[in-house]
C-alpha cells in the first residue's frame, strides 16, 4: 500500500491564496482645509466640464500628461492650477504649489 502525504499540496495551495493584489494608483494632492483669501480666488475648470470646453474658456495648458491606470485620469497643468480629466470629463482642479 502507497502512503500519500498532501502536505505538499496544501502547500501549493495556500501559497495561490496568499498572493498579494495588485491596481494602479494614482496620487492626488491633499485639499487645502482653509478657504484661499480674496486676492487667492480663481475660475478654475469645474467637475463635469469637457476637455474642449476647458480649451475654450481657459486655453491650452503648459503641459499635458499622458494618461495613467484604469479608467484613464489625465492631467493638464496651468500655470497656477492643475487639472485631472477621467476619460474627457474634468474630476477635480487644484491650486499649484
Not at 480663481?42 to 480649451?55: C, F, N, R, T, Y
Amino acid at each position: 500500500m502507497r502512503f500519500f502525504s498532501a502536505t505538499p499540496l496544501v502547500l501549493l495551495v495556500g501559497i495561490g491564496l496568499t498572493t498579494p493584489a495588485i491596481a494602479d494608483q494614482l496620487q492626488m494632492p491633499a485639499e487645502e482645509t482653509t478657504a484661499p483669501q480674496q486676492s487667492e480666488s480663481m475660475d478654475m475648470p469645474l467637475k463635469g466640464m469637457s476637455k474642449e470646453q476647458v480649451k475654450q474658456m481657459f486655453g491650452k495648458p503648459n503641459e499635458m500628461l499622458a494618461p495613467v491606470g484604469d479608467p484613464p485620469i489625465t492631467r493638464w497643468v496651468y500655470e497656477r492650477y492643475t487639472v485631472y480629466f477621467e476619460y474627457s470629463y474634468v474630476i477635480h482642479s487644484v491650486v499649484n504649489k
